[in-house]
């Protein structure tokens, strides 16, 4: 089965507002190649480092919180 790629990577950045702490970053929790096509996307700094958290770009966390609202705000 295939499946839509950008559709999890939108999921997967909006989910990361649930660990989001120090204005800008988030908990590395999520498959390796989702973080690296958000990073390659723009919307997160490069994953692949000694941190325990991603950092996010301004575009990143303004696009995460929007789809965080689009998915889970009740209506």
């Known amino acids: 089965m295939e499946y839509d790629l950008d559709k999890i990577d939108d999921s997967v ?27 390659v996307k723009g919307l997160i700094e490069d994953p692949k480092n000694k941190n325990k958290s991603i950092v996010f770009t301004e575009a990143g966390l303004n696009k995460s919180k929007r789809l965080f609202d689009d998915f889970f705000e009740k209506q």
């Open 13 to 39: 950045l909006a989910l990361l507002v649930l660990t989001l702490h120090d204005f800008n970053r988030a908990w590395k929790q999520f498959d390796w190649e989702v973080l690296d096509r958000l990073y």
